[in-house]
């Protein structure tokens, strides 16, 4: 039915197991939505009042039908609920190895960037059959990144990084919302994540000005912040030794550890003195006011990219999992 | 049933006294019921009026008939209005303060003068919210998600988050009655499994009520002092969590869900169970899934947050105990189902809105287990979708129980009859109206289309002008009750004291019954809805 | 049903044990909906002291735990004054419960003037104009430097007196109101309304005064003992 579409456009990995587990929603649905609808039908016109003097008299309640109407639905939602948790595992997820974008939300547009600098404004061109990770945050209020096609969403919130990760499989235009209401233009906050093949997108990504990537543009700002005071490149600086540093389990004063992920840097910068290195003086000025989201993404892929003294390269991009909300996150811990 | 013409009752509750003070001062829960009948009549109308400028807003992709601003403004105006005037109260305020104390063969309600104050703190809660409503809008939806709401916005956020803050204490105070009232005011004889099960629904209702209601009280008294007071505890930019409020609103939010379809619940199991003349097949049961609701319902909040931030963990704790949830509600509707097998089943009109109701709360009960289905609500959480799921509950569900009820009890709160054809010929338009507004909108969910938009990719045009197209249809539906009931309250035939007939102690008493009840106490012998031989006529009078 | 019973029963009333007996099962489920209406701030307390235990310690110290153990005494001691009232009602005694609430409200006007003490300390070097200095009402005049605080600190600071404000506020707010309640009460009682087989108004009141209590002998160690030893 080419006129009238039941379904958005499969264009990810993640559409098909979406789609699957909704054919079985709405087949169960239909069936007891048209079982119980028949059945009340039939009943009553079968037990039709006949005349006003009839009076039926009383039929005994049963535990086994009861029992029976409780627990096979019961069963049916336990399908539902182990595959949907399965599916939604996966979309928690991102694979090793995804291709980081950057995505800041504000009213009312999007703004990414891409791991080698490119930066768009409502539009994401990426190459198909590459998964990329979205590592999501706003401004503002809170936005939401939707696009049907692959069936992702996830809020953008201000405070807080947050991630989501497709893999595009199929080649074309395919819109992108905002879906958390967010003020006046909250409908026109859209825009379009464009899926080319790889050679097509290699192709984008040279037309245009030589981007800087983020890496190299936090490189950048480490040194006009005089970050490079403390953070020197040997272990000799007043500050922790930067390389190698991402994704290791550092060992904070007072015996807690934390891992150094992209929510612990965005902290630390903001509000040093919230965890402090085990051997440390706390005496890393704050940066906040001082550093836009956009910014501290860009410091985050530089520190990213440090390798450690010995050669030893940081975990790749999206290795660590990305700013899962971890215990020990800052503000991200309020999560229950 | 060829009865002789009924007459009224010399005196009852609406000619016992005359004059504007007759009303505004009393004490008597039916007449109470009937200020809070008018009131959410009006209310229930004007979020429809809203309802009606969104849809004709939508039938075009650009979304030109109105701004932006106004836009949003509409929709926030329709959800607050709908759910916190009129949903909320609805049936408790109106057909329970009618009926429990009839139904228990009680006097009154436990505290008379609180009922009256709930009343007037409705409508002081209502007059606030209106006026800030029009008075230059607001525009952060029903929901007031933060930042936007405590900071960003530049609406009357404070007045009407303290108009619904009154409006709240409304609802306790109703809670608060209806528990006191059940437990220490039924009739000698009268023991908790023979209460009628709208009883029981109440009874549930008022525990959420009582429960879920300070904590959006105190939710939307921060926001205020937020906004006011700059005190940042939802603000990031003062070391606040966004997340935190949602986590706070939606504790409530969630089990007022439950307070708005548990009472047409209670309203569907009596008009099953008379119009099948048959006991409800499995009274315990289903008076022990109100209950369940209740509790149950608590504990669900954060399946309105699986997008929103919160460890994947938790979404499933609170995804698996979403399904628990939806099982009492299953055997419910298996249970009204099965007391239609081998009654005696009329199809008069509140019989119709009751297989209505089945129906259709069966669909939108459906489409909640896909949202509580993670992997399905991450694609359509914030679309139209669980629009179309909350108004198949709202409006095919808990106002279809209610147009029931308001005609099955009519007879009893006017002493006069409605005219069963044009009542027929209104249910049929709802239904059909009601499905042709919202089955689309799951449709356009699924597609994709988000909701709170003004304006849309053409794309989705043919299902939005199907979903207004049907939108019109039931309007039309609600208004012609409201004519025909007006008309029924003066040349309506007189009705008897029984005319279903039904069993109940309500009917027991003349119809409209005398400002204190019962001439006499009753005392119960019977066990509830003995349809085995008919129910005695009046024989309390 | 004697005369004096008939005038004090309630016409829907089957007789006064009812009516007793849901006055008193109706206050109880009011100050349900009280705990839950400070259970979302002591939720919301209970986030943020976790998350920011340093800031929350700091603003706690400032505070003086002296007027605060007072402050519990005080009330504490209109409760038993309070509980005194209602033994003296129970027991005829109608001079005593007129005593007793005065006493009480004494209790609790000494309570409330030393609030306006703590809070005039706080909120008074935030008015006008001049350097703020010491103010501690959140927002921009906030002075974080009184409290040995800066940058992040600051904020999360805030929170702590947002939170000290909003609870020792919504606490005040219902003494506020119950204070001229118990000034009814104890008219009723003066005009001898009372006897013992009905004295319900002074019970209720009782209940409410006594949950209000309850309500300050949690926030005083929350919020005025974090981290003292």
Redesign the interface.
């Known amino acids: 039915m080419t006129g009238?579409?039941?379904?958005?456009e499969r264009a990810s990995t993640l559409a098909t197991?979406?789609d699957a587990?909704?054919l079985y929603?709405v087949v169960?649905?239909v069936f007891?939505?048209v079982g119980?609808?028949l059945?009340?039908i039939v009943?009553?016109i079968r037990?039709?009042?006949?005349s006003?003097?009839?009076?039926?008299?009383?039929?005994e309640?049963?535990m086994t039908?009861?029992l029976t109407?409780?627990i096979i639905?019961?069963l049916l939602?336990?399908v539902?609920?182990v595959?949907?948790?399965?599916?939604?595992?996966?979309?928690?997820r991102p694979p090793d190895g995804a291709m980081a974008v950057n995505v800041v939300g504000k009213?009312w547009m999007w703004k990414l960037q891409h791991p080698t600098g490119q930066r768009e404004i409502n539009e994401l061109h990426v190459p198909v059959g590459r998964p990329v990770k979205l590592t999501l945050t706003s401004e503002?209020?809170?936005h939401?990144f939707?696009v049907?096609?692959f069936?992702?969403?996830?809020?953008a919130?201000?405070?807080?990084y947050?991630v989501a990760w497709f893999e595009a499989t199929k080649p074309g235009t395919y819109?992108l919302?905002?879906?958390?209401?967010?003020?006046?233009?909250?409908?026109?906050m859209?825009g379009r994540i464009v899926v080319l093949e790889p050679a097509e997108y290699q192709t984008w990504l040279a037309g245009g000005p030589a981007p800087v990537s983020p890496a190299a543009a936090g490189e950048k700002l480490f040194t006009e912040l005089n970050c490079v005071t403390c953070h020197r490149a040997d272990s000799g600086g007043r500050g922790p030794l930067l390389h190698g540093l991402f994704g290791k389990t550092v060992q904070l004063q007072g015996g807690e550890t934390v891992v150094a992920d992209e929510a612990y840097i965005r902290e630390s910068i903001?509000?040093p003195?919230?965890k402090i290195t085990a051997g440390y003086q706390p005496i890393m000025?704050?940066y906040?006011g001082q550093v836009s989201e956009e910014s501290l993404l860009q410091l985050i892929a530089y520190i990213r990219s440090l390798s450690a003294p010995s050669g030893e390269v940081a975990p790749p991009p999206g290795a660590a999992g990305g700013p899962?909300?971890s215990k020990a996150a800052?503000?991200d811990?309020?999560?229950? | 049933m060829t009865t002789p013409e009924a007459a009224l009752p010399k005196t009852h509750y609406l000619n016992a006294d005359y004059g504007w003070k007759s009303w505004l001062f009393t004490t008597d829960h039916k007449r109470i019921a009937i200020l809070y009948l008018v009131s959410i009549t009006f209310m229930f109308f004007l979020g429809g009026a809203y309802a009606v400028v969104i849809r004709l807003n939508l039938l075009e992709p650009t979304g030109s008939l109105v701004s932006a601003e106004t836009y949003n403004k509409l929709f926030t105006a329709h959800g607050v209005i709908m759910i916190f005037f009129f949903l909320i109260p609805s049936i408790p305020a109106t057909l329970g303060n009618f009926l429990i104390p009839l139904m228990i063969g009680a006097k009154d309600l436990a505290f008379p003068r609180l009922n009256l104050l709930s009343w007037y703190v409705y409508i002081v809660g209502a007059v606030f919210t209106l006026y800030a409503l029009v008075a230059g809008g607001l525009d952060t939806g029903w929901t007031f998600y933060t930042p936007y709401s405590t900071v960003f916005a530049n609406t009357n956020v404070i007045a009407a988050g303290v108009g619904i803050f009154i409006a709240g204490f409304s609802s306790i105070l109703t809670g608060l009655n209806f528990i006191v009232t059940i437990h220490k005011m039924r009739a000698p004889g009268l023991t908790w499994f023979r209460l009628p099960l709208f009883v029981w629904a109440h009874y549930a209702t008022s525990i959420i009520q009582v429960l879920g209601t300070p904590v959006i009280a105190i939710t939307l008294l921060l926001v205020t002092l937020e906004r006011a007071f700059h005190f940042g505890f939802f603000d990031p930019n003062r070391g606040g969590d966004p997340v935190l409020f949602q986590h706070l609103f939606w504790f409530y939010s969630h089990p007022a869900v439950y307070i708005m379809i548990l009472p047409s619940m209670g309203v569907i199991s009596e008009l099953v169970t008379c119009f099948s003349r048959k006991r409800v097949f499995g009274y315990n049961f289903i008076a022990m899934s109100s209950l369940a609701i209740a509790g149950l319902g608590f504990l669900v909040w954060a399946h309105h947050m699986f997008v929103a931030g919160i460890s994947v963990y938790a979404a499933m704790i609170f995804s698996a105990l979403s399904f628990l949830v939806a099982i009492p509600s299953a055997i419910k509707v298996f249970n009204w189902t099965a007391t239609l097998f081998r009654g005696s089943v009329s199809w008069q009109t509140p019989m119709l809105y009751a297989f209505g109701f089945i129906g259709l709360f069966t669909i939108g009960g459906l489409t909640g287990l896909f949202l509580a289905t993670l992997g399905i609500d991450v694609h359509v959480t914030d679309t139209y979708f669980v629009i179309a799921h909350f108004h198949y509950i709202m409006v095919g569900g808990a106002i279809m129980g209610y147009l029931g009820g308001l005609h099955f009890w009519w007879p009893k709160m006017t002493g006069r009859l409605y005219p069963e054809w044009w009542a027929r010929v209104s249910a049929v338009v709802v239904f059909l109206g009601f499905n042709l507004t919202f089955l689309p909108q799951f449709i356009l969910g699924y597609l994709g289309m988000p909701r709170r938009y003004h304006a849309y990719p053409p794309e989705f045009q043919v299902l939005n002008v199907m979903s207004s197209a049907g939108a019109s249809i039931l309007g039309v539906g609600y208004l012609i009750p409201m004519v025909y009931l007006a008309w029924s309250m003066r040349y309506g035939k007189v009705a008897p004291a029984n005319p279903w007939p039904a069993t109940g102690l309500e009917w027991q008493t003349t119809s409209p019954p005398p400002t204190e009840n019962f001439p006499r106490t009753p005392v119960v012998h019977e066990e509830v809805y003995d349809y085995s031989a008919p129910p005695k006529e009046a024989a309390l009078v | 049903m004697s005369e004096a019973q008939a005038g004090a029963l309630a016409h829907h009333f089957a007789d006064l044990e009812q009516q007793r007996e849901a006055s008193a099962l109706g206050m109880w489920v009011f100050l349900v909906t009280e705990l839950l209406f400070f259970g979302g701030l002591f939720g919301i307390y209970c986030v943020y002291r976790h998350s920011y235990y340093e800031a929350f310690s700091a603003g706690s110290h400032h505070l003086s735990w002296r007027l605060g153990f007072i402050n519990t005494l005080v009330l504490i001691g209109s409760s038993f004054t309070m509980a005194m009232a209602v033994y003296s009602a129970a027991t005829g005694r109608r001079a005593r419960i007129v005593l007793f609430l005065v006493l009480t409200i004494l209790l609790g006007s000494t309570f409330l003037g030393v609030k306006v003490v703590e809070y005039a300390e706080k909120i008074g070097p935030c008015l006008g104009d001049g350097p703020h200095t010491g103010c501690l009402l959140p927002g921009p005049r906030f002075d974080g430097e009184v409290l040995h605080l800066e940058g992040e600190r600051a904020r999360e600071a805030q929170i702590y007196f947002s939170l000290y404000f909003g609870m020792t506020g919504l606490h005040a707010t219902h003494m506020i109101i119950g204070i001229p309640i118990l000034a009814i009460i104890a008219r009723m009682a003066y005009r001898g309304r009372f006897r013992p087989e009905w004295h319900t108004p002074v019970e209720l009141v009782g209940l409410y005064w006594h949950f209000v209590d309850i309500v300050w002998i949690f926030l005083f160690p929350l919020l005025y003992l974090i981290g003292h030893h």
């Open positions: 009238f579409p039941l379904f958005p197991e979406v587990l909704y929603l169960v649905s007891f939505s119980i609808a059945t009340l009943f009553a037990f039709r009042r006949r006003e003097t009839e009076w039926p008299g009383e039929i309640g049963s039908l009861e109407w409780t639905p019961f939602t336990v539902m609920f595959w949907g948790a399965q599916v939604f595992f996966h979309m928690n009213r503002d209020v809170i939401s939707f049907p096609a069936r992702i969403k996830k809020d919130v201000p405070g807080r947050s819109h919302f905002c879906s958390e209401y967010c003020g006046t233009e909250h409908s026109k859209v903001l509000n003195a919230a000025p704050t906040l899962t909300p800052g503000r811990r309020l999560n229950p």
